[in-house]
C-alpha cells in the first residue's frame, strides 16, 4: 500500500488487514527496521528522510478526517468580506471548498486546486499568483509567484507544510514552495497554519514559517497513545501560539479563544502584527491552548498520559 500510494495511515492499515491499530504500529515498526518504509505519526511513508516529499495522489489518502474537522474549524475564522491568502496543500483545498459560501470573500492563492475549489463561487473573487507550475502538488512557484505578492496586504494567511515543531516551526520538503510560502506570510497580518497531528513533531528541510510568527495552529486531537504530538502542542501554546484542536471536548460550543501570550518575540511582518481578534465567529468543537493556566495545562497533561 505504500509503494501504491507513497503514503498510508495506521488507521486505514488497519481497517483493511482487519487488525487493530497496536498490531500494525508493531509491524510497521518491523517493516522500518527492514529498511522498507519511514513511521510517521499516524502513518508510514516511502523511505526517504528530510528530502523525500509525497505527491498530491499520496497525500490525499491521508488523514482525511482529520483534514475535514480541521478545515470546518478554521472556516469559522473566516468573516465576510474578507481578504485572505490560501497556500497550497490538500488541508488547504478541504478548507477552500467551505470558504465558497462566505459572501464578499477574497482569496489570493498559487494553489490551482484552491481555485478550482472556489471556481463556481459566485461571492468568492479569486485571485491567482504567476509562476511556475509544480506538478507534484499543483502550485504556482517560482520568482513569478513571489512577485506577484510584493505589495499585497490582507487580513490573513492559511498555511500548510510537510512538518511542524515548536523549535523551527512549519517546514516543507521543497525549496520553491518554502520560498512562495513565505511570500505569502509576508502579505499577511496573521499566520493560521493547518496541520494533523501526524505533521506535529516532524521536521523537513525548508523552513516556511518560525514558530514566532504563528499567529494560531489548527489541528486535530492526537491519538492517547501519540505522547510526542501532545508534548509539541504544549510547546507551540507555551511560545504563544494559540491553538485550535478540532473534535477536543474542551471549550465545545463556543466561547472566545484563550488569548496568546502577552510577551513575544518580534516578528518580521510588514506593518503591525494584530492579536487574534476577540469578536468574530466563535470556534466550534475546539480547544483552545495558550496562557490559559492551570485547567488548560491540566488537559494537555491528560492527553499526555492517555
Same mark, same amino acid.
Given at each position: 500500500?505504500?509503494?501504491?500510494?507513497?503514503?498510508?495511515?495506521?488507521?486505514?492499515?488497519?481497517?483493511?488487514?482487519?487488525?487493530?491499530?497496536?498490531?500494525?504500529?508493531?509491524?510497521?515498526?518491523?517493516?522500518?527496521?527492514?529498511?522498507?518504509?519511514?513511521?510517521?505519526?499516524?502513518?508510514?511513508?516511502?523511505?526517504?528522510?528530510?528530502?523525500?516529499?509525497?505527491?498530491?495522489?499520496?497525500?490525499?489518502?491521508?488523514?482525511?478526517?482529520?483534514?475535514?474537522?480541521?478545515?470546518?474549524?478554521?472556516?469559522?475564522?473566516?468573516?465576510?468580506?474578507?481578504?485572505?491568502?490560501?497556500?497550497?496543500?490538500?488541508?488547504?483545498?478541504?478548507?477552500?471548498?467551505?470558504?465558497?459560501?462566505?459572501?464578499?470573500?477574497?482569496?489570493?492563492?498559487?494553489?490551482?486546486?484552491?481555485?478550482?475549489?472556489?471556481?463556481?463561487?459566485?461571492?468568492?473573487?479569486?485571485?491567482?499568483?504567476?509562476?511556475?507550475?509544480?506538478?507534484?502538488?499543483?502550485?504556482?512557484?517560482?520568482?513569478?509567484?513571489?512577485?506577484?505578492? &510584493?505589495?499585497?496586504?490582507?487580513?490573513?494567511?492559511?498555511?500548510?507544510?510537510?512538518?511542524?515543531?515548536?523549535?523551527?516551526?512549519?517546514?516543507?520538503?521543497?525549496?520553491?514552495?518554502?520560498?512562495?510560502?513565505?511570500?505569502?506570510?509576508?502579505?499577511?497580518?496573521?499566520?493560521?497554519?493547518?496541520?494533523?497531528?501526524?505533521?506535529?513533531?516532524?521536521?523537513?528541510?525548508?523552513?516556511?514559517?518560525?514558530?514566532?510568527?504563528?499567529?494560531?495552529?489548527?489541528?486535530?486531537?492526537?491519538?492517547?497513545?501519540?505522547?510526542?504530538?501532545?508534548?509539541?502542542?504544549?510547546?507551540?501554546?507555551?511560545?504563544?501560539? &494559540?491553538?485550535?484542536?478540532?473534535?477536543?471536548?474542551?471549550?465545545?460550543?463556543?466561547?472566545?479563544?484563550?488569548?496568546?501570550?502577552?510577551?513575544?518575540?518580534?516578528?518580521?511582518?510588514?506593518?503591525?502584527?494584530?492579536?487574534?481578534?476577540?469578536?468574530? &465567529?466563535?470556534?466550534?468543537?475546539?480547544?483552545?491552548?495558550?496562557?490559559?493556566?492551570?485547567?488548560?495545562?491540566?488537559?494537555?497533561?491528560?492527553?499526555?498520559?492517555?
Amino acid at each position: 500500500m505504500v509503494r501504491a500510494n507513497g503514503a498510508v495511515s495506521l488507521r486505514e492499515l488497519a481497517r483493511v488487514v482487519q487488525t487493530s491499530e497496536v498490531t500494525v504500529r508493531r509491524d510497521v515498526r518491523a517493516l522500518e527496521a527492514e529498511g522498507l518504509l519511514d513511521r510517521r505519526h499516524g502513518g508510514a511513508v516511502l523511505p526517504g528522510g528530510f528530502t523525500r516529499e509525497s505527491g498530491f495522489p499520496q497525500k490525499s489518502h491521508l488523514a482525511t478526517a482529520e483534514k475535514t474537522a480541521i478545515a470546518d474549524l478554521a472556516a469559522n475564522l473566516v468573516e465576510e468580506g474578507e481578504a485572505i491568502v490560501v497556500g497550497a496543500g490538500t488541508t488547504t483545498q478541504e478548507l477552500a471548498r467551505r470558504l465558497a459560501r462566505v459572501p464578499g470573500l477574497t482569496v489570493v492563492t498559487n494553489s490551482l486546486l484552491v481555485a478550482q475549489a472556489l471556481a463556481h463561487a459566485n461571492r468568492v473573487e479569486v485571485v491567482m499568483t504567476g509562476g511556475t507550475l509544480r506538478g507534484s502538488n499543483y502550485a504556482l512557484v517560482g520568482s513569478g509567484a513571489e512577485q506577484s505578492l &510584493q505589495g499585497l496586504r490582507v487580513s490573513r494567511a492559511f498555511l500548510s507544510g510537510s512538518g511542524l515543531t515548536a523549535e523551527r516551526g512549519l517546514s516543507t520538503s521543497n525549496m520553491l514552495s518554502a520560498s512562495v510560502d513565505r511570500a505569502l506570510v509576508q502579505a499577511a497580518a496573521e499566520v493560521v497554519v493547518l496541520a494533523d497531528h501526524t505533521k506535529l513533531g516532524q521536521d523537513t528541510m525548508f523552513q516556511t514559517v518560525p514558530t514566532d510568527v504563528i499567529t494560531r495552529l489548527v489541528t486535530d486531537e492526537p491519538p492517547a497513545h501519540d505522547d510526542r504530538a501532545a508534548t509539541e502542542l504544549q510547546a507551540l501554546a507555551d511560545q504563544g501560539v &494559540q491553538i485550535a484542536v478540532a473534535g477536543a471536548s474542551g471549550n465545545a460550543g463556543g466561547g472566545d479563544p484563550v488569548p496568546a501570550r502577552q510577551q513575544r518575540r518580534d516578528v518580521p511582518l510588514p506593518g503591525p502584527r494584530r492579536g487574534v481578534p476577540g469578536g468574530g &465567529q466563535a470556534l466550534r468543537t475546539a480547544t483552545v491552548l495558550g496562557e490559559a493556566g492551570a485547567e488548560q495545562r491540566a488537559r494537555v497533561a491528560d492527553m499526555r498520559r492517555r
